[in-house]
């Protein structure tokens, strides 16, 4: 079956740089899309870009200038980096199988960005 | 990029009602609006695609409607597990989500 798993710190320092991973399985990267989404404590969803089959990336403008997506298709892995990482940055980063809904979610990992 | 907007933000209802949420596109987006159920602690639930697809194990109970930019949905009568958030995305030019909808037990 379908699955995704988050992996990555739990904190970061401020101004450092996110890097997390998430692992699929049960599809294939090569014929689907990857986004990720985050949501602070208490907050709405938040989507900040994807990898599509093909390889080629999108970002939410917002986040572009800070944000990384790229993959390892024989891994089956997916991965994040984004740098200068502030307090407001502290949220739940989720994968999600990409087409025109996101219909698979991982589990999510909780990041904090404190000193 | 395209803006959503979904009201109400909170909305307060009693088991057996009727609700109806609406999300409306900054602009035309056919029919790529999803719609998803979070409950506290978990992981978002997607249960409409497609504007009004019910995905597998989704109860009749829910329904969505729209195309182009205005889009509704619906739960026909309330039960105890229905009390959660609800987003909508649009998906037809990259995503955007809307806000949310808090559904409270009034």
């Known amino acids: 079956q379908v699955q995704l798993k988050e992996s990555g710190p739990g904190l970061v320092q401020p101004s450092q740089t996110l890097s997390l991973t998430c692992t699929v399985s049960g599809f294939s990267l090569t014929s689907n899309g990857v986004s990720w989404v985050r949501q602070p404590p208490g907050k709405g969803l938040e989507w900040m870009g994807a990898?599509?089959?093909?390889?080629?990336?999108a970002y939410n403008s917002a986040l572009k200038s800070r944000l990384s997506i790229s993959r390892d298709t024989s891994k089956s892995q997916v991965f994040l980096k984004m740098n200068s990482l502030q307090t407001e940055d502290t949220a739940i980063y989720f994968c999600?199988?990409?087409?025109?809904?996101?219909?698979?979610w991982g589990q999510g990992v909780m990041v904090t960005v404190s000193s | 990029a395209i803006q959503i907007t979904q009201s109400p933000t909170s909305l307060s209802a009693s088991l057996g009602d009727r609700v109806t949420l609406t999300c409306r596109a900054s602009?035309?987006?056919?029919?790529?609006m999803s719609w998803y159920q979070q409950k506290p602690g978990e992981v978002p639930q997607l249960l409409i695609s497609y504007a009004s697809s019910l995905q597998s194990g989704t109860p009749s109970r829910f329904s969505g409607s729209g195309s182009g930019t205005d889009f509704s949905f619906t739960i026909s009568h309330l039960q105890s597990e229905d009390f959660a958030t609800y987003f909508c995305?649009?998906?037809?030019?990259?995503?955007?989500f809307g806000g949310g909808t808090k559904l409270e037990l009034k």
């Open positions: 999600t199988r990409s087409g025109y809904n996101l219909d698979y």
């Open positions: 602009q035309d987006i056919n029919n790529k």
């Open positions: 990898i599509w089959s093909g390889g080629n990336t």
């Open positions: 995305l649009q998906g037809y030019s990259l995503y955007t």
